[in-house]
């Protein structure tokens, strides 16, 4: 053990409240201007930002796995129901006098490649803006925008919290399994029992925790003033001014786009 | 000088749970109190600490009054300022995300400066020996972890009183050396203790002042002989295998707690399952409940794989009884409660209701039959959790620290109840930090360390041998005799 640990305050370049506008822009710009090419290349954008950021974005999780499915559930769906545009083949093709049936169109492609590629960015900037913010500091930057800090707060408490329920829930599940207790559903009356035997003690554990959870935050002065320092804070910097701008511009751009004021442009992407 | 004047307090304006009690803790001095559960020992320490009658309701009457002046008028904050509270359950106090956030939480509050934050966070982790942990997730601690980081944010608002309840509940014998030497500095920086314990043990050393506190009155501690049960189990040899582990690992996600653990619980024996917080002794006791499935390896009840026991079958004769009490209770009274397992197994009959009547009668529930269970004190809960696992006679008994929050008549019920148990040719596994548990009342001790078991032998031989490999703690923790 050392005195001269030093405490790491600040986490990050980039600051939270900003991550969550672009975040914010980035959805809406391709809400706005709905092209597969566009969110291609932001989606390309944002799978390099991963390893950039020091994010994993781990590719055998079962999370990302079903992610991945997912979108190539939705591209090959879009394919079969979109029936107009030119032809470019058939699923079945003609044998003899079998078929042909499912055509895919172009048109089908681009509507599958725009859904799923939609759907995709969608999720993993949000899974990239969760892995690399700090919800402290996130909370914290909150009272920038005058939010005050009792509310900011929810967001941290919520989050610290939620694991815990999580690891009491399967405590529960092997109290019910250790006195027998099996989930049934025949009847409303075994439904409501199950439910209270799983809900009874997660609700009263959680009461007994906000009396003492209100006493451990009053207890040290949470409330005391109407505002507070913060000790671990983000500083907005010039960089990130910067970076905001080129938000705005790209969701100008995005709305320019959508309103046809750059039809040259609009042919790339 | 923090004093209480003639304080009294009801919740509900009918049952007084403080009658006319005086306390003074003085700067500088350790003063341990102790008293049965549901005696007011927690309700006493939120009156001192200000949260009766500020956010706490019910019928207050008295005054507190620090270093000489009456607080009638102080805010909570106020008074927060100079006496803070470490209350019982440690999880439930941590309201941030980082070990750092937690300590900085305080001072943050208090408008501190940068420098002075970063100097009170330092010297509060280093106080409790965790300032390695300042970048670690609140969540990902263990309990002992927990508590240390509980007490460090409170250290951080620099009080000068401090009240601590059941602070060694959650800690191994290496977490209570800790808090002594925490508690000791404490007293030298001038800070007045009042700590609330029921094991008096730990604490003792370091007191200055024993103080009892008993239907709501409060008076100077006297000792009295615990009555120790001599086990009739010490010099039985056991020789029929009743639950058997085989080479079984075991892992929460990636992380591996249990490694390669072989051990067999015989008839006849009391097992105490020691071992440092965090060493994987709580996922040992589900493993051999059958309620977690090993990795690989075989658990085996007599010579069948409790994977291929019907459920019921297995709740019929082993019963396990976890740490934290609300996660078990599931009915709304407690006779129904108590009835359930018998219930569930369809073993309601006259045997069964006379055997569950006089075991609430005996563990001091029998008056309180239709009350709501989560109605009842952390020690009542405890004890219907025990008494409603054995109403059926189970062989086997895997018990989860059962002594936390017990008062010395309800450690002589479980006492009772394990030694009953295993002289019925049943076998009892009881997880514990306390090595006088160990010496008196066991005829085996397992020692688990990192996930594998280190040690398995005679309480006096382990005991040895621990203190041999360096685990003085645990002879440290010993009672004299």
């Known amino acids: ?269 | 000088m923090l004093e209480s004047r003639d304080i009294s307090f009801s919740y509900d304006g009918k049952t007084e749970i403080l009658r006319s009690v005086n306390i003074q803790i003085r700067q500088g001095e350790v003063v341990l109190l102790t008293g049965p559960t549901g005696s007011g020992k927690s309700t006493l320490a939120k009156c001192l600490s200000g949260f009766i009658p500020r956010s706490i309701d019910g019928n207050f009457s008295g005054e507190i009054k620090i270093d000489g002046e009456n607080t009638g008028d102080y805010s909570i904050a106020e008074i927060s300022r100079l006496v803070s509270l470490v209350q019982q359950d440690p999880d439930s106090q941590i309201c941030t995300l980082k070990v750092v956030d937690e300590v900085a939480f305080g001072p943050e509050n208090y408008e501190f400066s940068y420098e002075i934050i970063e100097k009170l966070t330092k010297s509060s982790l280093l106080a409790v020996d965790a300032l390695h942990l300042h970048n670690r997730n609140t969540h990902t601690l263990s309990g002992g972890e927990k508590q240390k980081l509980a007490i460090a944010s409170m250290l951080s608002c620099e009080p000068k009183y401090l009240i601590l309840d059941e602070p060694s509940a959650s800690l191994d014998p290496k977490g209570v050396l800790l808090l002594r030497r925490i508690l000791t500095e404490l007293k030298d920086k001038n800070v007045g203790v009042l700590c609330i314990e029921h094991n008096l043990d730990t604490i003792r050393p370091i007191a200055n002042r024993i103080l009892s506190i008993s239907n709501g009155a409060i008076t100077d501690w006297t000792p009295t002989a615990e009555q120790s049960i001599s086990s009739i189990t010490q010099t039985l040899i056991p020789d029929t295998p009743l639950l058997t582990l085989e080479g079984v690992n075991f892992s929460y996600g990636s992380i591996q707690v249990i490694h390669d653990t072989s051990l067999t619980i015989h008839q006849g024996e009391i097992i105490a399952l020691m071992g440092e917080n965090g060493s994987g002794k709580t996922t040992l006791v589900s493993l051999l409940g059958g309620l977690l499935d090993p990795d690989n390896g075989r658990v085996d009840f007599g010579r069948v794989a409790i994977s291929d026991i019907d459920r019921k079958e297995i709740v019929k004769r082993i019963s396990v009884v976890f740490q934290n009490p609300n996660h078990q209770i599931f009915e709304r009274t407690v006779w129904k409660e108590q009835i359930l397992s018998s219930e569930i197994l369809g073993e309601v009959h006259e045997k069964s209701v006379e055997r569950s009547t006089h075991l609430l009668n005996s563990a001091n529930l029998g008056n309180f039959l239709d009350r709501n269970p989560f109605s009842l004190s952390h020690g009542q809960k405890r004890m219907l959790n025990i008494t409603s696992s054995i109403a059926h006679f189970p062989k086997i008994l895997l018990l989860d620290e059962p002594f936390i929050g017990q008062d010395q008549e309800g450690r002589e019920f479980i006492s009772n109840i394990i030694t009953e148990t295993a002289s019925a040719n049943g076998a009892v596994l009881v997880v514990t930090h306390n090595p006088n548990f160990a010496k008196n009342y066991c005829n085996r001790v397992i020692f688990v360390e990192n996930g594998s078991i280190l040690l398995d032998g005679s309480p006096e031989i382990v005991l040895h041998r621990l203190e041999d490999i360096g685990h003085t703690e645990y002879s440290e923790m010993e009672a004299p005799s």
């Not at chain 1, 402290?136 to 919520?158: M, Q």
């Open chain 1, 1 to 269: 053990m050392t005195n001269q640990t030093t405490i790491m305050q600040n986490g990050g370049r980039v600051n939270p409240l900003l991550k969550l506008f672009m975040l914010i822009l980035t959805i809406s710009g391709i809400l706005i201007y709905p092209s597969w090419r566009l969110s291609s290349i932001l989606l390309v954008i944002v799978i390099l930002l991963f390893p950039i950021s020091g994010a994993s974005l781990n590719l055998s999780r079962n999370r990302t796995k079903f992610i991945i499915i997912f979108s190539l559930l939705l591209f090959i769906f879009q394919i079969l129901v979109t029936v107009n545009g030119t032809v470019l083949g058939f699923i079945i093709p003609q044998l003899n006098n079998f078929g042909p049936f499912l055509p895919i169109t172009d048109f089908g492609i681009e509507r599958g490649l725009a859904i799923a590629s939609r759907f995709l960015l969608v999720v993993l900037s949000s899974m990239l803006f969760v892995a690399i913010t700090d919800p402290t500091l996130l909370a914290h930057s909150l009272t920038r925008l005058k939010i005050p800090y009792r509310y900011s707060f929810a967001l941290v408490i919520a989050l610290r919290f939620l694991p815990l329920f999580d690891s009491e829930n399967q405590i529960v599940r092997m109290a019910q399994k250790s006195r027998g207790i099996q989930p049934e559903v025949g009847g409303l009356r075994k439904i409501l029992r199950t439910i209270q035997y799983t809900f009874f003690p997660l609700l009263v554990s959680s009461l007994s925790r906000v009396e003492a959870l209100s006493i451990s935050m009053d207890g040290r002065g949470f409330g005391y003033s109407e505002n507070r320092t913060y000790f671990r804070k983000s500083n907005w910097k010039i960089s990130d001014t910067l970076i905001a701008f080129g938000g705005l511009g790209f969701i100008l751009l995005c709305s320019m786009l959508a309103l046809g004021y750059l039809p040259l442009l609009s042919t790339i992407i």
